[in-house]
């Protein structure tokens, strides 16, 4: 942790809130330490760099309470403003809450039997959570609890009626969203479980998960956008059901349909994950499916959700615009987008693009004379370089130098092989086996095994499938 406690926690801090943790600072009600209030007043001008020097402590200790400065006090001033602060941001988040703000409420008046004002009470969360955002799975909860304060609600209202209170409960919309929220949990659990087995390569229980995914088939929830969405990414990415894909990328890319952004990555992530686990996703329709989802990734802003814009959803878009000969597109897209990444990785990032770009366009020298420069510590750049470099040397034809290279590029894997996930270490050892028997046989030509070799490729799943294809052929 950089800085004091209250540096951090001040620091989460936008200047508008820092106006009103002022205002909060002032308050009676949760403040009553005068000594604290002017302290804190004092110290948040200096926002957001309240770790002052200790020549400006003694001019702040000073200026606020006229006496001489005093270390010790002057410590536990800045550990009662922290707590404040964190009082604070505790109090804005829950007034922000909405349903969950009225939830409490509804509590506290249900234990006063206050049913009158319950009621009032209750129109207005409902509004609320007819109008609000954030995550669905947690919409679909506050959901059922509404609910349940109507079923609470009916009851109080027609105690000797319970003919009315059984027709509010029996309600098949409550049922439906009832389970609405337990089939949601149940097919985010079913996907995650799917893709670990796949990882491990245990066996996958595809009774259980024909039996979850029947209950949306059978109708047993409401029709809610986001309950489909989530079966259409089940049964895309565990049955393999492309009739799924074209409706799932439908609510994916149309405005407004899923409101929350996170949501709406979720979804576009099992898109991807779907289309990347095609054998032949560079070929025909996937190609220009995985360049669509790449470049609305991108275009659509989502990469907000993170704060900073990685190079790999940089990367990714310009790699398959590349292999689409979309070469224009592939620079506006460097231009326009480079500089939102991380500063430390942005300059060698856009040469490796770069590089990439113009190895494509068959301009192997420039290729060449832009990745040497390149020098990284980030362990996926370094990756993608030495890819690159090989692709280099291969349409260059230093074939010696190739297999000197190859070598040590295998040898690297094998030495950093922890520090990315296997998926990727598997990959690029894929293409060094690849390219290493495609650089054999041009310098000892056979007919026969060249076709093996193409038609294992076209099986696999290699990083550069394409790339390695096209020099075959070349």
Known sequence: ?????????LGVLSKEEVKRFGLFLQSPYFNRKKAVTAFGLAIIKHHPAVDLSEPERD?????????????ANYRNLCMDVYREVLQFIELEHFLSTGVNRRRYLLDRLRERHSYDLMERVYKRAEQEWSSATGYYRERLKD????????VFLAIQRHRIKPELVATVM???????????????????????????????????????????????????????VFVESNYLS???????NLDSYDRLKAIVLEPGLISFPNDRENLLIALLNFVISIKDRYEGKWQRELFDLYVFRLESGLWNLFGELSFSTVFNAVEMAVILGEFDYARRALDRYSGYMNIEVRDDFVLLCQAMIALYEGKIDEAHRLILPIRTKNIILKYEIRT?????????????????YLESFKDFLQYNRTKVEYNIFKGRMNFCSFLEKLLHLRLKPNR???????ETIRQSQVEQKIWLMRQAEV
Not at 388 to 404: C, D, N
């Open 448 to 454: 026969l095994e060249e076709r093996e070799w193409l």
């Open 1 to 9: 942790m950089k800085g004091s406690l209250l540096q951090v926690a």
């Open 170 to 224: 029996s309600d098949p919309l409550m049922l439906k969203q009832v389970m609405d929220f337990s089939l949601s949990k149940a097919l985010i659990y079913l996907i995650n479980e799917f893709r670990a087995h796949e990882i491990t390569g245990e066996p996958f229980d595809m009774g259980k998960a024909n039996q979850i995914l029947s209950i949306y088939e059978n109708k047993l929830c409401s029709d809610n």
């Open 143 to 150: 959901r059922l609890w509404l609910n349940d304060q109507k």
């Open 59 to 71: 001019r702040l200790y000073k200026q606020v309470f006229k006496k001489e400065y005093h270390a």
């Open 234 to 240: 089940a049964d895309l990415i565990i049955r393999k």
């Open 388 to 404: 690159i470099q090989a692709m280099i040397y291969f349409q260059s034809r230093q074939y010696a130098v190739l297999l000197s």
